[in-house]
C-alpha cells in the first residue's frame, strides 16, 4: 500500500539496475565446484539466513570457507548474512564496516581465481554478485554514484555469464531482474527513460518469465526469485494474487521473516479474510514487543495501522482510534517528513470522528492531511469528506 518504490523512484532505479545478482544466488553445483559435504553445509546455512537465525548461517558459511578457503562461495554467502542484518535495520548503521570488508574478501578471492583463468564462471558469478550487493547497499544508503558504477560493473559481469550458461536458472534471476525492472520503472516513472538509454532495454514478459524460472527451478535463487515476484507483482503489477502465490509460500517456509511475513499479511489487505489479515499484523506487533530479529518500529507500526483498518472495517471504532492513535505516535517519531502512513492514519481518525458524528474534529483532520504531501489520493479523500461527512 506504501510502497518504497513509489515514494523514491530514482533510487529504486539505482536499486533495479543494480540488483542483477540478488541473496543467496549462487550457480548450480555442477560448476560451483564445491563437494556434495561443502553443498549440504552451504544449503543449511541458506535456509538459516532466510529464518533469520544468523549466528547459525555464520557458523556454517565458516564451516564451508574452512574446507574450501580458496572458492567464494562461503565468503559469499556469510557476506550475505550481514547483507540481510542490514536489510532488516537499516537505520542502523553498526554492520555497515563489516559487510563492505566482506564483500573486499570476496572479489579478493575471485580475482585471484580469475588471474589463473579469465573466463572462469564460478569467478566471475560471484564477483558479480558481490559487486551488485555493494551496489545495492550503496543504493540503500543514497551513495548514488556508487550505486550507479557498481550496477553497471555487475551488469556487464552478469551478460559474460549468461553467455556461458544460457540455460542456468540461479542465472536467471540476474537477468529476470534486469530485464523486468529496466522496463517497469520506466514504464511507472516516464522521466527515467533518459537515463535508461544509456542501459540495455528490458522486457517485462521476459523478466517475469526468467523470474519463475528461477523460482521454480532454481537450486539456490528460487526464494529471491520468488522475494522479487512478490514485489513486482504486488506494486507494480497490481496483482496481488499473483503475489500471493509467493509471499504465502515464503512466510510458511520461512515464518520467522519479517520481511516475508509482512509481504503475506499485505496480499491478505487485499485479498483477505479479514480475520487471517487482522491475526497476522497482531502477531508482527506481538513479535516486535518480544524483540524478535528483524521486526522493528517500522514493522511495528505498520501492524498497528492495519489492525486498526481491520477493527474500523468491523465498525469497532473506539478500539480502531486506540491503534491509530499508536500509529500517529510512532509516525512522529519515526517520520523526518510525514510518511503515508502518518497520512492516511489522519485521514482514518477524520472518518471516524465523522461516524461518531465529531465533525469539529473530523474536519480538523482532513485540514491537518491537506497540509501534507499527496498520499495515494489523500487530498482527493479529504477534500471530499470536508464536503461531505464520511459515512
Keep these: 500500500m506504501f510502497s518504497n518504490i513509489g515514494q523514491r523512484s530514482m533510487k529504486q532505479l539505482s536499486l533495479a539496475v543494480i540488483c542483477m545478482i540478488a541473496a543467496t544466488t549462487i550457480s548450480r553445483a555442477q ?13 543449511r546455512g541458506i535456509n538459516h539466513v532466510y529464518n533469520v537465525e544468523f549466528e547459525s548461517a555464520h557458523e556454517d558459511f565458516k564451516k564451508v570457507i574452512a574446507l574450501y578457503p580458496n572458492h567464494p562461495s562461503g565468503y559469499f ?21 563489516q559487510f563492505l570488508k566482506k564483500i573486499d574478501k570476496v572479489i579478493s578471492v575471485c580475482d585471484q581465481m580469475l588471474d589463473s583463468s579469465a573466463h ?29 558504477e557498481d550496477g553497471r560493473i555487475a551488469l556487464d559481469i552478469i551478460q559474460e555469464c549468461q553467455k556461458v ?4 536458472h540461479d542465472i536467471m534471476l540476474g537477468t529476470g531482474l534486469y530485464n523486468y525492472y529496466a522496463a517497469a520503472l520506466p514504464e511507472k516513472y516516464p522521466a527515467l527513460n533518459t537515463i535508461m538509454v544509456f542501459l540495455p532495454r528490458g522486457d517485462k514478459i521476459l523478466g517475469l518469465a526468467q523470474l519463475k524460472a528461477a523460482a521454480r527451478n532454481g537450486k539456490y535463487a528460487a526464494n529471491e526469485a520468488k522475494n522479487i515476484l512478490i514485489q513486482a507483482y504486488f506494486d507494480f503489477e497490481k496483482n496481488p494474487l499473483e503475489a500471493m502465490e509467493y509471499a504465502r509460500d515464503l512466510h510458511h517456509q520461512y515464518p520467522m521473516n519479517p520481511a516475508f511475513q509482512r509481504a503475506f499479511g499485505r496480499c491478505l489487505i487485499s485479498l483477505g479474510p479479514l480475520d487471517s489479515m487482522e491475526a497476522c499484523w497482531r502477531n508482527v506487533l506481538i513479535r516486535y514487543i518480544e524483540k524478535r530479529t528483524g521486526y522493528d518500529k517500522l514493522a511495528a507500526r505498520e501492524a498497528l495501522y492495519y489492525i486498526g483498518v481491520a477493527r474500523m472495517t468491523r465498525r469497532d471504532l473506539d478500539i480502531s482510534l486506540k491503534y491509530f492513535y499508536k500509529c500517529d505516535e510512532a509516525s512522529r517519531v519515526l517520520d523526518e517528513d510525514p510518511s503515508g502512513f502518518m497520512v492516511k492514519t489522519n485521514l482514518k481518525i477524520g472518518q471516524i470522528y465523522d461516524v461518531q458524528g465529531k465533525r469539529k474534529l473530523a474536519l480538523a483532520q482532513y485540514k491537518k492531511v491537506l497540509d501534507w504531501d499527496d498520499s495515494g489520493g489523500s487530498h482527493e479523500e479529504a477534500t471530499r469528506y470536508q464536503q461531505n461527512p464520511y459515512r
Design 77 to 97: 554467502l556469510d557476506a550475505m548474512v550481514d547483507w540481510w542484518k542490514i536489510y532488516l535495520d537499516r537505520r542502523n548503521s553498526s554492520g555497515n564496516a
Design 120 to 148: 572462469n564462471i564460478t569467478a566471475l558469478f560471484f564477483k558479480g554478485g558481490a559487486i551488485g550487493f555493494r551496489g545495492r547497499y550503496h543504493a540503500m544508503r543514497d551513495n548514488m554514484f556508487s550505486a550507479a
Design 31 to 43: 560448476w560451483i565446484l564445491i563437494k556434495a559435504d561443502g553443498d549440504t553445509i552451504l544449503q
Design 165 to 168: 550458461a544460457p540455460g542456468n
